[in-house]
């Protein structure tokens, strides 16, 4: 099983670009989930999906932040135009319900990105 | 106040000694509960579930107080391999599969 697959794993860009972040679940999980990790704030759900439909969006910091997920094995996190304090390690995440151990989610290596 | 707290540490561990930290959370809805391990640059990954009445993996050993609602995590024989961050994860019942998770407590074992 190759596990959650992110890419990329490192994103440098300039204030003001577009960046775009994206997530392979590991097969069959149905719910995806989007993180972001910092010193100061620690880890942050941004997002989460279930069965491809966003289910909770409080995370999300502003409208320069959107997610979409338009089948099982796919989703973006987009963030437009980027600033500094955007930068963090994004992470992406996915479950199954009800599975053995319930709840527990299976995380990505993260994108480490870089907002000059 | 932050729904998840824990102490951030460093705790400095010796080789081979037992180290226990705690997590406070401030719902009392919460119903699951586990520690998740983060190592430096590397994503979380699941360490243990903590159930009601406490449960062993090897050499951590995790408990649950409902009434004070706290969670704790002991490592006994500590190895320098249990260097890492150990965060402290929640579920809401209303959540879903929704969790929440604390800041961390670093733990560095030395020799």
């Known amino acids: 099983d190759a596990g959650v697959i992110q890419s990329p794993r490192h994103e440098v860009t300039e204030m003001g670009q577009e960046v775009t972040l994206r997530c392979k679940p590991i097969s069959g999980h149905d719910y995806l989930f989007w993180y972001r990790q910092t010193m100061m704030r620690g880890l942050e759900l941004l997002i989460y999906?279930?069965?491809?439909?966003?289910?909770?969006d409080s995370g999300m910091p502003e409208d320069r932040f959107s997610a979409k997920m338009p089948n099982a094995s796919f989703s973006t996190l987009k963030i437009q135009p980027s600033e500094p304090r955007d930068s963090a390690v994004y992470f992406c995440a996915s479950s199954l319900r009800g599975g053995t151990k319930s709840n527990e989610q299976f995380f990505g290596p993260g994108t480490r990105l870089t907002v000059l | 106040r932050k729904e998840v707290e824990q102490d951030p540490g460093p705790f400095n561990v010796p080789e081979g000694a037992t180290v226990a930290f705690n997590c406070t959370y401030s719902n009392s809805a919460s119903q699951s509960f586990f520690w998740y391990r983060q190592d430096c640059r590397k994503e979380p990954k699941l360490l243990m579930s903590v159930y009601s009445s406490g449960n062993e993996d090897g050499r951590f050993t995790a408990q649950l107080n409902r009434a004070s609602q706290y969670i704790s995590l002991l490592i006994r024989d500590s190895k320098l391999s249990d260097s890492a961050t150990y965060l402290c994860v929640v579920n809401l019942r209303a959540a879903g599969n929704k969790l929440t998770f604390g800041g961390g407590t670093r733990v560095l074992v030395k020799p």
């Open positions: 999906f279930n069965n491809n439909v966003p289910i909770d």
